[in-house]
């Protein structure tokens, strides 16, 4: 199966979630992209994410809702090329984070070990554009699972 877009995933979540802030849709496409690799074992979607000065960012994501502060939706994204266990990733994450502020999770993404150990040398406040990596998200979130 082909893997999806980080703009399907966006699609999905405005759907499942309803209209939300920017920043929160960031923070839920993250955490989809953290628990996929931890659950499945792979990828969600193959764009790349990076630690700015509010938290984990897929630049891709942000070239299109720069600027709005409220998305209601994402016409580049198709929902439905998402398999099961991708919609089951997703359905997960908008469960347990989607009623949280953008606030709430930006600070609990400033407190989690890759955005941190991303921003290492990066002065407060400053963009950033070191690369969250797989490998970061799959050691720090699995280890959470396992004390779970």
């Known amino acids: 199966m082909a893997i999806a877009s980080v703009h399907d995933v966006a699609a999905y979540i405005l759907k499942r979630c309803g209209p939300m802030t920017a920043m929160k849709l960031q923070k839920l496409v993250y955490y989809s992209q953290a628990w996929s690799v931890v659950w499945e074992g792979r990828a969600l979607f193959d764009a790349r994410i990076e630690?700015?000065?509010?938290?984990?960012?897929?630049?891709?994501?942000?070239?299109?809702?720069?600027?709005?502060?409220?998305?209601?939706?994402?016409?580049?994204?198709?929902?439905?090329?998402?398999?099961?266990?991708?919609?089951?990733?997703?359905?997960?994450?908008?469960?347990?984070?989607?009623d949280k502020s953008a606030q709430w999770l930006s600070d609990l993404t400033?407190?989690?070990?890759?955005?941190?150990?991303?921003?290492?040398?990066?002065?407060?406040?400053?963009?950033?554009?070191?690369e969250i990596t797989l490998a970061a998200l799959e050691e720090y979130y699995s280890g959470l699972q396992d004390r779970g």
């Open 110 to 130: 400033h407190a989690e070990a890759p955005w941190r150990n991303a921003r290492v040398g990066i002065p407060d406040g400053e963009r950033g554009s070191v």
């Open 51 to 98: 630690a700015w000065s509010n938290g984990p960012v897929v630049p891709d994501i942000y070239a299109v809702h720069r600027g709005q502060f409220m998305v209601a939706d994402w016409p580049l994204g198709d929902r439905s090329k998402l398999g099961k266990a991708d919609e089951g990733t997703v359905v997960a994450v908008c469960d347990y984070y989607g």
